[in-house]
């Protein structure tokens, strides 16, 4: 059974920082290319970061260029966002995905961020 399960969301003040995780269970994680997604409430899902399957390559919304950081963890089953001098504008719903060219896609139920004073 296929499982992403994101954690590490939760309120935070402007400036401040979160890390996100997402564990991966029931395909061979090393084989995919992992991305974090967001959706504010009203708006629609937007790519935030991606990193591909050996972890050698990444790529940013420009939104989020210079504070946040993708990275994974193959040996884990885990990939993560560490997201640095938050904004208002960045709370949404984090989700993570896992996709393998255009033939599979998985995705996480998604954990909340919220940025305010």
């Known amino acids: 059974q296929v499982q992403l399960v994101e954690s590490g969301g939760g309120l935070v003040q402007p400036g401040g920082s979160l890390r996100l995780s997402c564990a991966a269970s029931?395909?061979?994680?090393?084989?995919?290319?992992m991305s974090w997604y967001r959706q504010a409430a009203g708006k629609e899902r937007e790519l935030v970061a991606t990193?591909?399957?050996?972890?050698?390559?990444?790529n940013y919304a420009d939104s989020v260029k210079g504070r946040f950081t993708i990275s994974r963890d193959n040996a884990k089953n885990t990939v993560y966002l560490q997201m640095n001098s938050l904004k208002p504008e960045d709370t949404a719903v984090y989700y993570c995905?896992?996709?393998?060219?255009?033939?599979?896609?998985?995705w996480g139920q998604g954990t909340q961020v919220t940025v305010s004073s």
């Open positions: 995905n896992a996709a393998l060219l255009a033939i599979m896609s998985y």
């Open positions: 029931g395909f061979t994680f090393s084989h995919y290319a």
């Open positions: 990193i591909t399957s050996d972890g050698g390559s990444t």
